[in-house]
């Protein structure tokens, strides 16, 4: 078998939990994580969007315990491992080994893109736990090459393999991925990642950028099923990257019937890039914050567009959801003077 | 009246703040300094203002017993053990802003009065001392059957401890969400955030009530314990209405501090010394007054 040019990561059952609203069943994860496995997906991610422990009132509260979705991800894989993520501040140390307890080898520690160090004992964990170990810089837009390159060098330092640039906004337009991803080439030794959401139609294009200046870890989720209107999609990105002559390890035909045989009938809704998510991309707001202020816009009565703009404008970080709720009172007050 | 005297061991930011809290309080006498480096600013602004500096640390304070009555412990959960040990052999009164909560978790507003005789009194943390008020505004209206709390606090308020040891501030509170706050089951989560200029401190407190219908009566009660926190914390205020959906409650807080050492936007160090300085001036009052 030829080698792989870089290994696909789907977060499908991640990522997705946002726009599941956090309810995955059981099932869904059986079905979905089977089909990865027979596709050929190296690694693929399950836990609630918000990572390991982030069943919670802010967040969402997980329809099911994601230990429990862990280990039915895990029973299916033949030769698929399954990862999970963690965000300090969020998930804790004993979150993670429970995890792995529940099947998890791979984890993938996420900060805010100026934050790595709060992942110091997690990384170290990580490795101690003999897992694939990833360091996640959100928000990359957020900040400078040159600091990108400064929470890198961090991540690395702590044990991290892989570290990756995460346009958690889909913010970010290709020459900024090309110069983010080359620059880390430059500076560090570990691999390097790119996650992308697809809130300006830029997702694929951007996940090229990433692979052309030698990202071997690239994220997708099938039919797109992520935060915002989702991530690159899977099944697609198979098939562009073979286009472009690259070795993805994945079979087409099975990764789109996984796509669209298992997932697409769970969807709640398709991923459309819509009113709000085209703001969330143009102003710079955390993907996951998209169904939050659509509840906060009708409950309160005002536009969602008005608040992601102010939440993009505050400099909102990832896990700020409360910020939603505090922003739309303050507009209902204010349209009510 | 006769002043307790107070001894800071840990001349850092969190010391120094407390120093200038201390020197406002007409119950409580600052009287040294407790370091481990002759060189370090803290130190040099205690000698300045007038005060006794110890800087050989515990070993140097043990010397100079006569200079305490209460001791505040700003350094870290591992040192605290073993000052702690000697001090409450001494005699001495300690208040431990560390993570190590040797002693009873401490919120002034929520719980001062049970724990004044106990040797050690530990500060919770700064997302604690921010939102357990609230908590237990709550439970003592209706059964709170889980509490949750997001604490957001600008980056460059978040020291080189805090981020080291960041699962600390989540064992921590969500016990004491519990222990103090009333309710049932707690969690707690912490953001940081780099925007520049920084962001005030934001704490959100989301509880699960046993039951609705008690929705007025739990405003009043949470509108009655800001107005409690704002007697040592004045920048302490909601930021609009509690939200309701159901038994649900949402709660919006921002903490401007005092801007004593810290500035303003540090709201989670300014509460946590405030809290203590609090507890101490608290303390000293009820100890003044058995005298008499």
Redesign the interface.
Known sequence: MTQRSFEILDVTLRDGSHAMKHAFTEQHVHDTAKGLDLAGVNYFEVSHGDGLGGS???YGLSKVDELKLIEAAADVCKSSKVSVLLI???G??EDLQDAVKAGAKMVRVAT?V??A??A??HIALGRELGLKTVGFLMMAH?ASVEKIVEQAKLFESYGAEVVYVTDSAGYMLPHEVTERITALKQSVGCEIGFHGHNNLSMAMANTVAAVEAGATYIDGSLRALGAGSGNTQTEVMVAVLERLGYNTGIDLYNIMDVANEVVAPFMQRPQEITGSSLIMGYSGVYSSFLLHTQTAAEKFGVDERDILVELGR???????E??I??VA??FA?KKAQ | MKKLKVGIIGSGNIGTDLMYKIERSDALQMSVMVGIDPDSEGLKRAAERGYEVVANGIDGLMEKLELVDIVFDATSAKAHQHHSDLLVAAGKKVIDLTPAAIGPFTVPTVNLNEHFEKPNLNMVTCGGQATIPIVNAISRVVEVEYAEIVATVASKSAGPGTRANIDEFTHTTSKAIEQVGGAKKGKAIIILNPAEPPILMRDTVHALMAADGQEQAVITSINEMVKEVQSYVPGYRLRGEPQFDGRKVSVFLEVEGAGDFFPPYSGNLDIMTAAAAKVANEMAKQLMAAEV
Request: overall charge negative; charged content about 20%.
């Open positions: 919670s009132l802010q300090p501040g969020i804790i140390k805010h100026t934050e160090d709060v110091a004992q957020m505050m400099k909102a970080v990832g896990g700020q409360d910020l709720y505090d009172q303050s007050a």
